[in-house]
């Protein structure tokens, strides 16, 4: 069975005017094909030759092999993003401008994208480590910054930061520990890096959004 990820109004507002609202789909699965971390490649690939998977993926031939990356899903708040205002969000929350370029056809105006797209250039190289970018949150936040081929970019970082907090939410499980009392998210984020015949893993300087996520939430 799936569902739409995507149906709160101001949402769809917003994925229209970053240039998503056609490109990005998500969809919730329930999937009777238990998740072992060790056959993480066998359910990924059993996943993606369902029908209604292979349909909302644009998929018409049978999926035989896949290459993925687990990623991290530790953050439980938004102050992992306290630290862009450490020189690429100034006063009230605006993004600081830079000088114009293009990168994949993707326009960089402001700090923020050019720490996204070049952050090997960029004076704020290392702001975030090569193991906090694999953080699920970091990457539904790059996703909607980056945005799509007729985007409108916000001035303020506010309204990526929000919606980026409402969609980890509605794609992760928080428990509650029952001896410790601690809050932790029970859920498996994964990359899909390479589907074969879809994008292949050693295509030359692959589109920073073209990407597929996985969520699995097992219990």
């Known amino acids: 069975m799936a569902t739409g990820l995507f149906q709160e109004k101001e949402l769809l507002q917003k994925l ?20 072992e971390a060790t056959r993480q490649k066998e359910f990924v690939t059993e996943l993606l030759n369902c029908p209604p998977v292979k ?10 092999q896949v290459e993925t990356q687990n990623l991290r899903t530790q953050c439980l708040d938004m102050t992992f993003f306290d630290r862009l205002q450490n020189g690429i969000v100034g006063a ?24 996204l797209l070049k952050e090997e250039e960029s004076e704020h190289e290392g702001l975030f480590s090569e193991l906090e970018q694999k953080e699920l949150l970091f990457r539904l936040f790059r996703l909607l910054v980056l945005g799509g081929g007729v985007c409108q970019y916000e001035d303020s970082v506010a309204p990526y930061l929000e919606h980026t907090k409402n969609l980890y939410k509605s794609l992760v499980t ?33 589109h920073p959004q073209n990407v597929v996520y996985l969520v699995v939430n097992p219990s």
């Open 16 to 35: 229209e005017q970053w240039g998503l609202k056609d490109s990005l789909k998500g969809s919730t699965y329930r999937f009777n094909l238990k998740y």
């Open 55 to 64: 349909q909302a993926l644009g998929l018409f031939e049978t999926v035989s």
């Open 92 to 115: 009230q929350g605006l993004i600081r401008g830079t000088y114009q370029d293009q990168v994949h056809n993707i326009e960089i105006a402001d700090l923020l994208r050019e720490y």
């Open 174 to 206: 928080v428990k509650r520990d029952s001896e410790t009392q601690k809050v932790f998210i029970d859920s498996q984020a994964i990359e899909v890096k390479c589907i074969e015949t879809f994008f292949p893993l050693d295509q030359e300087n692959p």
